[in-house]
């Protein structure tokens, strides 16, 4: 009989130990954190920033997405009250060299819009393409804006303040983009793109020009040059670039359609 206590001290032991497991197993689960997440009590935080940007579509318009020879360029403009507040570039150029010239160039392009409030900005030095590539797709935004509600029809008529002409007022609705015949040359097509407004160029861009091998080296110097001439000569008169006498002809050839489309 004695040697029995020990065993029924052992078996008594245990099952108070049991009991007392089942008990905090079943006061837990009340208590557990982790339940409440998993029931949706976190959700509200994210909720509030969902609310927080239905406002950031606002008065953003995108252009359209402009092919280059190394990738596409897409402009997306933030306008409030007629004016143009942001600019970015959706789409550009990337991989390789593209990934450098890219992130050198547009901060530049973006920067220049909003200072010059419409699409007449300057070509960024060593990235032609790409400068040309985003002013199409400025230029598609600014329309797409205009067409929305006139908000940003005072940022196109900065090039005929001084004219004293009586169509000043009407000179921004009427802006139109006509592209030129492609002009053949020995070296590769040539294709020119105006903008006309009031009767002026205000806008002048390449959509075709000689690429590869030199061809490369020489469009990128003639090109932009041209560009400037046609605008400051507001026609097709203008002098060929030197060291690129074919891609100079083919451009005034091309210009010379652009501008008889537009009426001359």
Known sequence: ????????RVVLAGAATVSGIVLLLSLKPASDPSSAQAAGVGAPPAASAQGGAQAAGSGTVTGEAAQTQYGAVQVRLTVSNGKITRAE???????GQ??????????????????AQGA?????????????????????????????GGSSQGSGSQGSGSEGSGSQ???????????GSVAQTQYGAVQVRITVSGGKITQAETVQAPKGGQSDQITANAVPKLNQAAVTAGSADIDAVSGATYTSAGYKESLQSALDQAGG
């Open 120 to 148: 007449d900005i300057d070509a960024v030095s060593g990235a032609t393409y790409t400068s040309a590539g985003y002013k199409e797709s400025l230029q598609s935004a600014i329309d797409k804006a205009k067409a929305a």
């Open 169 to 179: 007022g009407s000179g921004a609705a009427q802006a139109k983009t006509v592209t």
């Open 98 to 115: 593209s990934d450098q010239i890219t992130a050198n160039a547009v901060p530049k392009l973006n920067q220049a819009v909003v200072a």
């Open 89 to 95: 570039a959706v789409q550009a150029p990337k991989g």
């Open 1 to 8: 009989m004695r040697k029995s206590h020990p065993i029924r």
